[in-house]
């Protein structure tokens, strides 16, 4: 099996910054890709950052500029810097990794526990 640890959020005033982490463990055996997706209240789920298989990053228009997401491949780790935050970033932060277990013939999504982010106007 595969875990997810997200750490990082909290509360910051609009135009503060915030780091979060997500610590993948478990018995790995490739990485398909991982990304970060948050959920605001009374709104659906939405990508917000993700690696591709290919390495490549893709960003939802809304963070374009501000959010950085970068990984540490030795470590199993993800981040997600994010900068000029604006109070419509409120929401609860979710790590996601596309990954193939040790004995498992396929690749599953698995999903962290979420972190909660609030920026204050």
């Known amino acids: 099996q595969v875990q997810l640890v997200e750490s990082g959020g909290g509360l910051v005033q609009a135009g503060g910054s915030l780091r979060l982490s997500c610590a993948a463990s478990?018995?790995?055996?490739?990485?398909?890709?991982m990304g970060w997706h948050r959920q605001a209240p009374g709104k659906q789920r939405e990508l917000v950052a993700d690696?591709?298989?290919?390495?490549?990053?893709n960003y939802a228009d809304s963070v374009k500029g501000r959010f950085t997401i970068s990984r540490d491949n030795a470590e199993n780790t993800l981040y997600l810097q994010m900068n000029n935050l604006k109070p419509e970033d409120t929401a609860v932060y979710y790590c996601?990794?596309?990954?193939?277990?040790?004995?498992?013939?396929?690749?599953?999504?698995?999903w962290g526990q979420g972190t909660q982010v609030t920026v204050s106007s």
């Open positions: 996601t990794i596309n990954a193939r277990a040790r004995g498992q013939p396929f690749a599953l999504i698995y």
């Open positions: 478990g018995s790995i055996s490739s990485i398909n890709g």
């Open positions: 690696f591709s298989s290919s390495g490549s990053t």
